[in-house]
């Protein structure tokens, strides 16, 4: 994609109107690839993948494509320096690795266009035929998701983590993930207000020229997981210039709506969702389990009222697959019909 020199908030809008004003966004990855076999029970999830198995990391991102996914996020969520070096690779290698999941997607992408199938065209209302947009977008999961230990769903880090430990800890990941030839950063299940406002500084003081998202995570649909307040949360990333798309995600589908609204009160950018499908984890047992009380409808059947809340771009999260990217697709696009059923997803 030819985004560099435009404002951030430009490339984020032309990207929009290409798409046709809403776009999809990809689904569970780590959930993906476990579908396909791997045991990802490791403190680099998805990441082990980028060691073990690339080419299956390119193969899910060329099933999300094939899906009707324009925004597919790296296998970096989990892959940080001190996560490798952990493992015993040395710093160089990390950074190696950090580097390849982009350009893994980058090739899915490329390897994507090539074909050429026809579902890689979209049909304008003009008859002519264009590229279908897809941007590659560098996941950067909490220093949480790092810890391995559920506090990404707790946001709960202890007195001891600072500011400076979480810029710190982040500095050198979005260093190398910004110079990757990745189109966008995408800060992902931020658990609190302390981490969204490391990011914040980080995008400036490093003077990163790529865009980038905030997507926070919530439990309970009022707050963000640590009990933050998700306009407090929001209005940090409103404020920062670097970012084009505020939203949540692996979070129930029931709490979406009502944070679409809490998130549009404190800014006019667009509004990403992607939330999982309504299971949750339990870090104890590193299992996800089915919600006790009232059971999520397939979120697919609410893309529309989210769509109508004013959130823009749309997929999905752990425990979502090709098939919901396919039926959100589906439902975002194929203007007969707003509402899918259930036999869909
Ligand atoms: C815990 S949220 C994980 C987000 C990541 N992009 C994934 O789908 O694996
Ligand atoms: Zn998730």
């Known amino acids: 994609m030819v985004l560099k020199g435009l404002e951030p908030s430009l490339i984020v809008s032309d990207f929009l109107a290409k798409c046709g004003g809403y776009a999809v ?3 569970g990855f780590a959930t993906e690839l476990e579908r396909h076999g791997q045991d990802l029970n490791d403190p680099l999830w998805s990441a082990k993948c980028l060691i073990s198995s690339p080419h299956l990391v390119r193969r899910v991102h060329l099933d999300y494509l094939d ?8 296998a970096s969520y989990q892959a940080t320096i001190q996560g490798f070096e952990a493992k015993g690779l040395s710093r160089e ?7 390849r999941s982009v350009e893994i997607a980058c090739e899915a992408r490329q390897i994507y266009h090539d074909r050429c199938t026809k579902d890689s065209w979209d049909f304008l209302d003009n008859g ?6 897809v941007l590659v977008a560098a996941s950067v999961g909490s220093y949480g998701a790092y810890l391995a230990d ?8 202890g007195d001891s983590v600072t500011l400076e430990t979480l810029k710190d800890f982040h500095r050198r990941r979005v260093q190398i993930l910004a110079e990757s030839g990745a189109d966008l950063i995408a800060f992902e299940t931020i658990p609190n207000k302390l981490e969204a406002q490391a990011y914040a500084e980080l995008l400036k003081e490093e003077g990163i020229d790529i865009p980038a998202w905030f997507s926070f995570t919530s439990k309970d649909g009022i707050n963000v997981v640590s009990g933050d307040s998700i306009q407090e ?27 679409i609204l809490s998130i549009r009160k404190v800014t006019d950018k667009p509004v990403i969702i992607y939330p999982n499908s309504g299971e949750t ?4 047992n590193k299992k996800w389990v089915k919600s006790t009380g009232v059971a999520d409808e397939d979120f697919v059947s609410y893309v529309g009222k989210w769509r109508e809340a004013g959130a823009s771009l749309f997929g999905g999260c752990c425990r979502t697959t090709p098939n919901t990217i396919r039926a959100i697709a589906k439902n975002l696009f194929d203007k007969s019909s707003l509402t899918l059923s259930k036999d869909d997803v």
């Open 233 to 259: 949360c929001a209005s940090i990333a409103d404020s920062c210039k670097q970012v084009v798309a505020v939203g949540i995600n692996c979070t129930p589908p029931r709490f979406i709506h009502g944070l």
């Open 150 to 157: 559920g506090s990404e769903y707790s946001g709960n880090y």
């Open 128 to 133: 002519n035929i264009a590229r279908r947009p």
């Open 25 to 27: 966004v990809d689904g």
């Open 281 to 284: 984890y339990d870090a104890v």
């Open 93 to 99: 290698e990390a950074e190696i690795l950090i580097k």
């Open 67 to 74: 899906a009707g996914a324009n925004v597919i996020l790296t």
